[in-house]
């Protein structure tokens, strides 16, 4: 299957500060990339779709200001938590899609734990 | 829009015996229905899907059947193994639109 990996796999910062977290498709074109959030012991949350090229569509009550999404390439999404806070503290997971498919490949997760 | 439940939420078995679980769509513009099969600390993994025009599917001890009348897919897991121990979830999307995931299955094989 695609591979989709995330970097860090786990980042702790403290209240305040910004988290960048990266998503890369390393061996397909993504036009669009999903960013989900889980926290522990429920289901994958829709945040918003990152698109190639233009301005990512968020989910209702996902604060756009606070949760940067920036999708530069065909390969990489990058998701960044301004001035976290400590419930920002969660599992955050991306995926792609292959192109015409329905088929969605997720990344590994990143662990933020904000102090 | 679509919701997906699931059922049921946790499940016990012991190793050789098999699992089945099962979730329920409301969308019948839904025409595609992964499982993905998440351990811990890590991100889901696709392990088996179907489409609206298949009924049935198997992959060696896997198999998912769908019954597009009722709305309804099943996940079968036969001989179960303790790493099949994890948390199981299904989904379900048409063509371009987001996946919308069931609340997930909590599958513990016991030795």
């Known amino acids: 299957g695609a591979v989709v990996s995330q970097h860090p796999s786990r980042v702790i910062c403290k209240s305040g500060t910004s988290v960048k977290i990266e998503c890369r498709s390393l061996d397909f074109q993504a036009t669009t990339m999903f960013w989900y959030r889980q926290f522990p012991k429920q289901s994958l949350m829709l945040m918003a779709t990152s698109n190639e090229g233009s301005k990512a569509t968020y989910e209702q009550g996902v604060e756009k200001d606070k949760f940067l999404i920036n999708h530069a390439s065909l390969t990489l999404s990058t998701l960044t938590v301004t001035s976290a806070h400590p419930e920002d503290s969660s599992f955050y997971i991306c995926?792609?899609?292959?192109?015409?498919?329905?088929?969605?490949?997720f990344g590994p997760g990143t662990r933020l734990t904000v102090l | 829009g679509e919701n997906v439940e699931q059922h049921p939420s946790t499940l016990s078995v012991q190793e050789g015996d098999s699992a089945v679980i099962k979730c329920t769509y409301s969308d019948s513009a839904s025409n595609y229905f992964p499982w993905y099969k998440q351990e811990l600390g890590k991100g889901p993994q696709l392990i088996i899907d179907?489409?609206?025009?298949?009924g049935e599917k198997k992959d060696q001890r896997i198999a998912v059947t769908l019954n597009k009348t009722a709305k309804h897919f099943s996940l079968h897991i036969t001989e179960t193994q303790p790493e099949d121990s994890a948390v199981y979830f299904c989904a379900a999307n048409n063509y371009g639109q987001n996946f919308v995931f069931g609340p997930g299955t909590r599958l513990s094989v016991l030795p």
């Open positions: 179907i489409r609206s025009n298949v």
């Open positions: 995926s792609a899609p292959r192109a015409n498919t329905n088929e969605q490949f």
